[in-house]
T-cell receptor, first 115, second 115 residues
C-alpha cells in the first residue's frame, strides 16, 4: 500500500458525460500528479499540482481539468467524454524532502469505461 | 518530445534465472526510476537513481544509471514466480532544483516466470 488513495475504483459512464476522479496523497506529500494509462499510449503524464498550485502540464486535453484543494486532495475532472477516454487514471504523490522529491508513489488507479 | 525505448518487450524465463532489461533515451534525464505493475494495481516504485554511474540494489534487484544519462538498466537475480509483472523505467528532468513531475515512461517489459 503506497498510502495514496483514489476513488472510485471503477467508473462506467456514457459518451458526453462528465466525471470526477478523486485522489488523496500520502500524508505529508504536497505534490500530486495525474497520469493516464491506455494500451496504445502507455503511461502518460497529465498534470502536476504542488500545494494547491499547478506546477507542470503534460498532454492533457482541454476537456480535462484538475485542482488541488487546501487539504491537499486532488480531483481530476473529465468532461464531454469520448470512447477514447476509456483508460486507467492514476494519481501519484511525492515527498517534499530534496533527498527524494522525485520519487513518485502511485495510487491504485481508477478504471474509467466510456460506453 | 522525450521518448524512452525499453527492451525487451517481454521475457519468458524459468524460475531461478537472472533477468536484464534496459531503457534508452534520446534525451538526458536527471533521475531514473524503475517500477513494477501487477494486474489491476498501480505501479510500485522499486528503485530510484539520481547520479550518472550510480548502481543501486533493492534485494535481488539492481539498477544502474548510465554514464551518458541517456540509459538505465535493471537486473533481477534468481527470479521467483512473484516477480511476474510489468516493469517500467521512467525518466525525469528537473528544472530549477525542484521536481516538475513529468515522468516519461518506457513501454514496459512483461516478465513471465515459469516455476
Amino acid at each position: 500500500d503506497s498510502g495514496v488513495t483514489q476513488t472510485p475504483k471503477h467508473l462506467i459512464t456514457a459518451t458526453g458525460q462528465r466525471v470526477t476522479l478523486r485522489c488523496s496523497p500520502r500524508s505529508g506529500d504536497l505534490s500530486v500528479y495525474w497520469y493516464q494509462q491506455s494500451l496504445d499510449q502507455g503511461l502518460q503524464f497529465l498534470i502536476q499540482y504542488y500545494n494547491g498550485e499547478e506546477r507542470a502540464k503534460g498532454n492533457i486535453l482541454e476537456r480535462f481539468s484538475a485542482q488541488q484543494f487546501p487539504d491537499l486532495h486532488s480531483e481530476l475532472n473529465l468532461s464531454s467524454l469520448e470512447l477514447g477516454d476509456s483508460a486507467l487514471y492514476f494519481c501519484a504523490s511525492s515527498p517534499t524532502s530534496r533527498a527524494n522529491y522525485n520519487e513518485q508513489f502511485f495510487g491504485p488507479g481508477t478504471r474509467l469505461t466510456v460506453l | 518530445g522525450q521518448q524512452l525505448n525499453q527492451s525487451p518487450q517481454s521475457m519468458f524465463i524459468q524460475e531461478g534465472e537472472d533477468v536484464s532489461m534496459n531503457c534508452t533515451s534520446s534525451s538526458i534525464f536527471n533521475t531514473w526510476l524503475w517500477y513494477k505493475q501487477e494486474p489491476g494495481e498501480g505501479p510500485v516504485l522499486l528503485i530510484a537513481l539520481y547520479k550518472a554511474g550510480e548502481l543501486t540494489s533493492n534485494g535481488r534487484l539492481t539498477a544502474q544509471f548510465g554514464i551518458t544519462r541517456k540509459d538505465s538498466f535493471l537486473n533481477i537475480s534468481a527470479s521467483i514466480p512473484s516477480d511476474v509483472g510489468i516493469y517500467f523505467c521512467a525518466g525525469l528532468v528537473n528544472a530549477g532544483g525542484t521536481s516538475y513531475g513529468k515522468l516519461t515512461f518506457g513501454q514496459g517489459t512483461i516478465l513471465t516466470v515459469h516455476p
